[in-house]
């Protein structure tokens, strides 16, 4: 089975900066893609940022210039340094991985979810 952990949520000021980390393990065939997605209570869950294996790039318009994802070489963690961040940021953040658990089977994998709060 494969496994996400996230670290680094918590309160933050407005205009402050967060960096969360998530890192794979297991049954790790493959990696395709990983990403951080958010979540507020009674909403739903939509994409923050995404990187591919081949190095491609994908943000929300809402935190263009302002989020930041990032891999290790093996691309088994994955990052997201948040600045300026606002009280519109305050979500659950979960990870994502597009992983193959062998050669011919993948499936999205989660994260628990790190909590984020920006707030006065």
């Known amino acids: 089975q494969v496994q996400l952990v996230e670290s680094g949520g918590g309160l933050v000021q407005p205009g402050g900066s967060l960096r969360l980390s998530c890192a794979a393990s297991?049954?790790?065939?493959?990696?395709?893609?990983m990403g951080w997605y958010r979540q507020a209570s009674g909403k739903q869950r939509e994409l923050v940022a995404t990187?591919?294996?081949?190095?491609?790039?994908d943000y929300a318009d809402s935190v263009k210039g302002r989020f930041t994802i990032s891999t290790d070489s093996a691309m088994n963690t994955v990052y997201l340094q948040m600045n300026s961040l606002t009280p519109e940021d305050t979500d659950v953040y979960y990870c994502?991985?597009?992983?193959?658990?062998?050669?011919?089977?993948?499936?999205?994998?989660w994260g628990q979810g790190t909590q984020v709060t920006v707030s006065s």
């Open positions: 990187i591919n294996r081949g190095g491609g790039i």
């Open positions: 297991g049954s790790i065939f493959a990696i395709v893609a």
């Open positions: 994502n991985g597009k992983i193959y658990f062998s050669m011919t089977e993948w499936n999205d994998f």
